[in-house]
């Protein structure tokens, strides 16, 4: 949809969401300049009705009118903000609800780039690649300071916090090169924090995504970093540290000590990891180290990209060294390390996750 504004005065729209923020700011302008010609006419009209020396009549005003107009005024203004926070607020609540098929991409600003990585393992730096028509879901967090992730043509802006991990997503209506940049003052280069996003047809960005160079998805860096850092020995049923099983939670509900649920989501794998001893599962000892500074931002998503593979779920047992029935981890099991799934029997060196398979 074309956007409703003049072009001098907005930059080009070129996403679904462009369009109802352009509404949004169309309708707040036009209200917002009905109520002040509203008042300066009102000003006007009795500066010079009531100015000194008129015969205009002063007396007291008529009770119908001193009651039910002050009634009617308070009710229009209230319902006019009523109507005008649900318009805003549903068009914000849309998008943070991106559709399940998005295509998944990951974000991390660091002083002062941008770097990006789709899920299936394609690398950018300053630059973003995405098909026309598609969603595209982002999963942001940042390295140092606080950023924030801005595409004007899309009307799309959403912060990268250290330490935590935010959600937006778009889908861009147009072929052509925008411009990305950050809007949340990060240091002395800020304003070189500059990248583009090139949108592309469907089979050019397929041409594109062939000719990037091959390496493991998120899934398998996850997998290998589950089994070097120690994760699958404590992790594993069998193991000797009594620890939860990883293997079909992600989206599931956990029960917490003291009652509390919780959802198993890309914060909630977050904060276990960094803060583990906050949230404690029911009938498990807070026995879990901290990894807070031992892992990277990247490294903290590679590794909730592998257990979200892991599958979701009701909980199944699995005969050790099989991979659950709902994994997405590429590869077949032979091709895998044991360590990619918990419960299977953990060398001392671990081996190789298997070659990525482009879908």
Known sequence: MESLMPAWLMPIAASTQAAKVDRIFLGLTLISAFIVLLVVGLLVTFAIRFRRGSKADRGPLPEVVSREFEIGWTAA?????VFIFWWA?????????PPKDALEVHV?????MWKTQSS??????????VPVGVPVRLVLTSQDVIHSFYIPAFRLKRDAV???????????TKTGTFQLMCTEYCGTDHARM?????????????AWLSAQPEGDDLAHQGARLFSERGCSGCHAPGSAVHAPSLAGIWGQAVQLDG????????????DSILQPKRDIVAGYAPVMPSYQGLLSDGEIQALTAYIRSLGAGPREIRTPGLPPL??????????RSPAMVPGAPVADTPAPAGPAVRP
């Open 77 to 81: 203004t209230l319902f006019i903000f």
């Open 89 to 97: 607020a549903s068009a914000e609540i849309g998008a943070f609800s």
């Open 108 to 112: 991390v600003g660091k002083q002062w």
């Open 120 to 129: 299936n393992g394609a690398r950018e730096i300053n630059e973003l690649h």
């Open 162 to 172: 250290p330490d935590q991990t935010t959600e937006a997503w778009f889908q861009a």
């Open 194 to 206: 500059l990248g583009r996003v090139i949108v592309m047809e469907p089979q050019d960005y397929a």
């Open 259 to 270: 009652g509390k649920l919780a959802t198993v989501d890309a914060a909630y794998v977050r």
């Open 326 to 335: 709902s994994s997405r981890v590429p590869g077949t099991a032979p091709e």
